[in-house]
């Protein structure tokens, strides 16, 4: 299924909205020159830009375009598999997370999500670490936002 850009422009900058708004009402912290607001206020100002590019191509498109139309990607085993991997990925890493700790799920997660999509698997396996490792690395030690241990909470930094 495919929304019409308009359509998904308006949701979008609404989020984006919302995103900033939120990470406005965040407390600064002493001593840092950049606060927990600093980079979810970013990524809202991303998601505003981008939307409004996908609402002025909305309109560019105009009036005969409908708004929204069944998609054939969903129809083959490939497209089903990686929606249901998305799906169950987050999901899991909901459920899992607390309890195994982000650097057991994240790579499970991304590993799944990889083969999903017909990745090999020691490319899969590279990507999924790796990725993982510097997911963790950019939030514990640079953004200074701690992700869950779990399991490896004797072994934490």
């Known amino acids: 299924m495919r929304f019409h850009d308009g359509i998904v422009g308006l949701v979008l900058l609404i989020g984006a909205l919302a995103l900033v708004a939120y990470a406005r009402s965040l407390p600064a912290m002493p001593g840092q020159d950049f606060g927990p607001g600093f980079?979810?206020?970013i990524v809202?100002?991303?998601?505003?830009?981008?939307?409004?590019?996908?609402?002025?191509?909305?309109?560019a498109a105009g009036r005969g375009t409908g708004l929204m139309e069944l998609d054939t990607g969903l129809r083959d085993r490939?497209?089903?598999?990686g929606v249901a991997a998305v799906l169950g990925g987050?999901?899991?890493y909901l459920l899992a997370a607390d309890e195994l700790g982000f650097l057991i799920v994240a790579p499970l997660m991304l590993l799944v999500l990889f083969r999903s999509q017909g990745v090999r698997w020691f490319s899969a396996i590279t990507i999924a670490v790796v990725a993982s490792l510097l997911v963790?690395?950019?939030?514990?030690?640079?953004?200074?936002v701690p992700l869950p241990w779990g399991l490896l909470t004797p072994f934490s930094w």
């Open 90 to 92: 987050i999901l899991f």
């Open 78 to 81: 490939r497209g089903l598999a």
């Open 44 to 59: 809202g100002a991303g998601m505003g830009l981008t939307s409004l590019v996908l609402i002025a191509r909305g309109m």
């Open 39 to 41: 980079f979810p206020t």
């Open 136 to 144: 963790h690395f950019a939030f514990y030690k640079l953004l200074r």
